[in-house]
């Protein structure tokens, strides 16, 4: 079964767990929009165990729709001790609503159990963070500090949680984990957090660029850390979080498939030969091919994993083997700079030499040789 299958499967699972308790749903608005999901219609958003996000629209008119049917065990019980996250988030849409006119306004939620609930709320038009560019740093930056004067904060924040309008002004849509200090703005750690999390959120070169730009704008309506220290904690962060993502290259994703050795890239093919690399063991080819898809998500210039598993007892890594030339000792400039993005990413090579490299049509040092790839 492949992963659209899956993410189908997923989805109607979901659906199906919070229809089973329909009689008990009052609000006309989500009745109708868990009748369309239930005939498949809607565009998936955002989908896990847990929770389902979908895009419908009825009478003309866009809705984000959320069910949220967790299948942990434990669910329920989470349910009694604390408010029910759908709920949460219902409430802070509205409290947020009435300081930052902004913020929707037409707010459906309603909880079935102490583990199914449902919300809905008007689909906003704007950009979220993963599209920003230098130009709209200032309004960024100047409403993230107005969110924070207004007591918001959000400890799991993430650059495609933010929205800008098309009047400029920033929107906190995803309220799943978000505080709101009542009465008073939000505290130094949550602020400093917030923008570690946001700057963390984006790879080396518009960290450096829109990030740096947003600090300063933030800084002429808050204090804050200053840029430097602030684009530090922010990098460390995004190793922390892609270390933990790179797990995702070893169980049945979108990209990848478990196979009966080992596993396989199945979309997001790259480009280039494949080069199939012997490894000693095949924890070592494992740990290889978790390590190079690690710097892929970093964006650091290395060949791109294809497999790794055991084959009539040998294990191998393979890997895709971009164009290029073999790096001589005439390269040693682009070798170094590229052994030191490794470096400065967490990473050391043993024993590197310009061997170890290609040189690509830009002139940039790419890994070719991962055998002694390891972090430092």
Known sequence: MDYACDVHRL??????????????????????????????????????????????????KPWIFKLDSPQRSFERLRGRLRQPSLLREADHLRQLGLKFPAMPVEIHAEQLDAANGLLARPWVEGRRGDVWQVEDAEAIGQGLALLHQLGWSDPDLAPADLLLNEHAQLLPLDLGHALLHEGRPAPDKARFRDLQRLLGGWAEAQRLTLGAAIVESYREQQDCLPTEELLHHA?????????????????????FSPTE?????????PDGQPQRLPCNTEAHAKRLYRLLYELELLELPAMRVLSFGKDQQQAFLEIAEPD?????????????????????????????????????????????????LKRS
């Open 261 to 269: 050795h080992g596993v396989e890239r199945v979309e997001d093919l």
């Open 235 to 255: 990098k460390v962060w995004r190793l922390e979080i892609l270390r933990r993502q790179s797990r995702r290259c070893l169980r049945r994703t979108r990209d």
């Open 11 to 60: 989805a109607q699972q979901i659906v199906e767990r919070v229809a089973a308790k329909v009689d008990q749903l009052q609000d006309p608005l989500l009745r109708q929009l868990l009748d369309a999901s239930a005939a498949d219609q809607g565009l998936v958003l955002r989908l896990s165990a847990r929770r389902l996000v979908l895009k419908h629209e009825i009478d003309g």
């Open 324 to 372: 290029g030339r073999a790096a001589t000792a005439a390269d040693a400039t682009a070798v170094d700079i590229a052994i030191a993005r490794l470096n400065n990413s967490g990473f050391a090579l043993e024993n590197a030499k310009p061997l170890d490299f290609l040189i690509d049509q830009d002139g940039h040092a790419v890994l070719a040789k991962p055998l002694g």
